[in-house]
C-alpha cells in the first residue's frame, strides 16, 4: 500500500515568491492534515480537512497561507508571498476517520528554504 | 498552558544499552499519548499509543512505554539499542477522540555509538 505521497521534497525559493505543496493522502483516507515543522520543534497543525471541509483551520496565517481539497483526496497549500520565517518542512498526514481512534500516518514532508 | 515536554534534547547511547526518553504532559485530565519516529527524510511513523488500561504498552521495534498519572509522565524505553534506532523521537498527546489535534513535543535526537 502506497503512503502518503508529498511534492517536491524540496523548494528553494526567494522572499516574496509564492510557492506551492502538494499532497496525495493514502487511498481511502478521508481526512487530511497539514502540519509545519520548524527547526528543532515538534509538527504543529495547520489545518484539517474531513472529505473537501476545512474542519479546523485556526492555527493557518490566513494573510498569506491557503489551501484546498478539491474531491476529497489531494490537496494543495499555498503561501503566497514567502517570508523568511517560512523556511520549515511542510508536513502533510492523513487518517481514514470511522468514529474512533483514527492513526494518522505521515508523508516525508516539503522542506522550504526561503532566501 | 497545556503543554507537552520533552527535557533532553538530544541523548547518545552506545549500541546495545538500554534507552529511556522522557516526557511529560500539562493537561487538566488525562489525554490520549503517543510517541512516533522520524528518520531523516522520512515522515512521522507511530510507535505506539496509550488510550487506558494496562499502563505499560508495548509498540513496534521493540519499544515501550509506560504511564504515570502520578508524575504525568510517558517515558519510552527500549532495553537494547540499535544503530538503526538512531532518528528524531517525538511525544504526543491529542485530548480526546473528538478533538483530533495532535500537540507534540520538541523532540529528543537520538544518536547511537558503537
Known amino acids: 500500500e502506497a503512503g502518503v505521497v508529498q511534492s517536491p521534497r524540496y523548494k528553494i525559493i526567494e522572499k516574496k515568491q509564492p510557492v506551492a505543496f502538494w499532497c496525495n493522502p493514502i487511498?481511502?483516507?478521508?481526512?487530511l492534515y497539514w502540519y509545519l515543522q520548524n527547526l528543532g520543534q515538534g509538527p504543529e497543525l495547520l489545518i484539517r480537512?474531513?472529505?473537501?471541509?476545512?474542519?479546523?483551520d485556526s492555527q493557518l496565517p490566513k494573510d498569506r497561507f491557503s489551501a484546498e481539497r478539491l474531491k476529497g483526496v489531494d490537496s494543495t497549500l499555498k503561501i503566497q508571498p514567502a517570508e523568511l520565517g517560512d523556511s520549515a518542512v511542510y508536513l502533510c498526514?492523513?487518517?481514514?476517520?470511522?468514529?474512533?481512534?483514527?492513526?494518522?500516518?505521515f508523508g516525508p514532508g516539503t522542506r522550504l528554504t526561503v532566501l | 498552558a497545556q503543554s507537552v515536554t520533552q527535557p533532553d534534547i538530544h541523548i547518545t547511547v552506545s549500541e546495545g544499552a538500554s534507552l529511556e526518553l522522557r516526557c511529560n504532559y500539562s493537561?487538566?485530565?488525562?489525554?490520549?499519548l503517543f510517541w512516533y519516529v522520524q528518520s531523516p527524510g522520512q515522515g512521522l511513523q507511530l510507535l505506539l499509543k496509550?488510550?487506558?488500561?494496562?499502563?505499560l504498552v508495548q509498540g513496534i521495534k521493540g519499544f515501550e512505554a509506560e504511564f504515570k498519572r502520578s508524575q504525568s509522565s510517558f517515558n519510552l524505553r527500549k532495553p537494547s539499542v540499535h544503530w538503526s534506532d538512531a532518528a528524531e523521537y517525538f511525544c504526543?498527546?491529542?485530548?480526546?477522540?473528538?478533538?483530533?489535534?495532535?500537540?507534540f513535543g520538541t523532540g529528543t535526537r537520538l544518536t547511537i555509538i558503537p
Open positions: 498526514a492523513s487518517s481514514f476517520r470511522a468514529g474512533s481512534y483514527n492513526e494518522q500516518f
Open positions: 487511498s481511502g483516507h478521508n481526512t
Open positions: 480537512y474531513e472529505n473537501e471541509e476545512a474542519v479546523d
Open positions: 493537561y487538566g485530565a488525562t489525554p490520549y
Open positions: 496509550y488510550f487506558s488500561g494496562d499502563t
Open positions: 504526543a498527546v491529542q485530548l480526546d477522540f473528538g478533538n483530533e489535534k495532535l500537540t
